[in-house]
Structure formats: structure tokens, C-alpha cells
Nanobody, 112 residues
């Protein structure tokens, strides 16, 4: 099983940027795909973006296409989510997911 720790959340104004990181340990990170999800207050957790084990294939929710970029550095056992042109509706707790494991989440707040 893999252990995941997210970081990089914070408070940002509309139009700003943040980069989230997900550090993995406990299993060969480079052999598994991973994804970012988010959960806004009072809403269900939703898929944001995913990346294959190699980093070649990426997937995005329609709501973030063209604004967010997911990547990974297998040498550092870390995945990233670069978030640009942030909107208030991007506010929520962002979670890293891989191999049926979840991190503790990192809060992202976008002020209008």
C-alpha cells in the first residue's frame, strides 16, 4: 500500500495560481497511476485530474481543462497539480489518490 501526503494548498485570489504536491511512499510509485480529487463544502468528492504511471497520459475534468496541469516526477515519488486561472468554484479540499489510498487533503480557497 502507498502512503500519500499532500501539500501546497492555501488562499489565493481569483485568477491566481497554486501548485499542489503529493509525496508518495511505501510502494513503487512509478508503477501506478494517480489522481487528484476535490471536495467542496456540502458536496461530494469529485475527480479533478489523473495521470498514468509513466506520465504520458493525462485526464481532466471538463471544469479544469485548459487551466490545470497534472504531472509527476517518479524519481522524487511526487505528483503535482499546477492550478492556474483559479476561480472561487475551485475552492475545496484537494486529495491525492493512488492504489486505493488517499492522502489527508490540502485546503484550497479562492477568494472573489
Amino acid at each position: 500500500q502507498v502512503q500519500l501526503v499532500e501539500s501546497g494548498g492555501g488562499l489565493v485570489q481569483t485568477g491566481g495560481s497554486l501548485r499542489l504536491s503529493c509525496a508518495a511512499s511505501g510502494r513503487t510509485f512509478s508503477s501506478i497511476g494517480m489522481a487528484w480529487f476535490r471536495q467542496a463544502p456540502g458536496k461530494e468528492r469529485e475527480f479533478v485530474a489523473g495521470v498514468s504511471w509513466s506520465g504520458v497520459s493525462t485526464y481532466y475534468a471538463d471544469s479544469v481543462k485548459g487551466r490545470f496541469n497534472i504531472s509527476r516526477d517518479n524519481a522524487k515519488n511526487t505528483a503535482y497539480l499546477q492550478m492556474n486561472s483559479l476561480k472561487p468554484e475551485d475552492t475545496g479540499v484537494y486529495f491525492c489518490n493512488a492504489d486505493h489510498s488517499w492522502g489527508q487533503g490540502t485546503q484550497v480557497t479562492v477568494s472573489s
